[in-house]
């Protein structure tokens, strides 16, 4: 199975989505899914083999809309992706596709409640809803962190978020077999 990830910034330097992406990728190659990252229209091939997140500066092959196709699902992981590209991504990809969204905490309340948090709007109204239209779930991991069912330092978060994110996508790609 190959699963293609979107995720903008896929290199050191960004954050939790490119590490916790490297690491879902080591979690499913066990059970033979190979997984691709998608970034700004570059694609990252066998992220299950890296033993790092890429520098900064390293190159990456162009992706090719043609060879969505060969994906047997779609994680956009993370908000703020580029409109033009993911809006591109959602066009080209086959009826059969399942899209998954993890927003990472982007749809929280939190997000939206400061005076400077009103140009999230625009970007919601006119990109993530169409994203989260298009998804077959929509997997709310960061849920843990709003909820206070643990703190950070208590336990690894990145783990809480692959077993839930291999939890559900599991559930939903063999319940479609």
């Known amino acids: 199975m190959k699963l293609l990830c979107v995720v903008q910034n896929f290199r050191q330097g960004w954050g939790g989505v490119p590490e916790a992406t490297r690491l879902l990728a080591h979690v499913l190659?066990?059970?033979?899914?190979?997984?691709?990252?998608?970034?700004l229209g570059r694609i990252h091939r066998a992220v299950e083999q890296l033993a790092f997140l890429p520098e900064p500066d390293t190159a990456a092959d162009d992706f090719d809309m043609a060879s969505l196709e060969w994906y047997d699902a779609v994680l956009v992981m993370g908000p703020w992706q580029d409109p033009r590209r993911i809006?591109?991504?959602?066009k080209a990809r086959g009826p059969a596709?399942?899209?998954f969204y993890l927003p990472r905490g982007g749809l929280g309340?939190?997000?939206?409640?400061r005076l400077r948090d009103l140009k999230k709007w625009p970007y919601f109204y006119l990109v993530e809803r169409r994203i989260i239209r298009a998804a077959a779930a929509i997997i709310c991991t960061a849920a843990l962190h709003f909820g206070g069912v643990f703190a950070p330092g208590d336990i690894d978060h990145h783990n809480v978020q692959l077993t839930l994110t291999l939890a559900t996508m599991t559930a939903l790609i063999v319940g479609r077999g």
């Open 97 to 99: 596709q399942p899209l």
């Open 109 to 113: 309340g939190i997000e939206f409640s």
């Open 29 to 39: 190659a066990p059970a033979g899914i190979s997984v691709d990252v998608y970034d």
């Open 87 to 90: 809006m591109s991504l959602l």
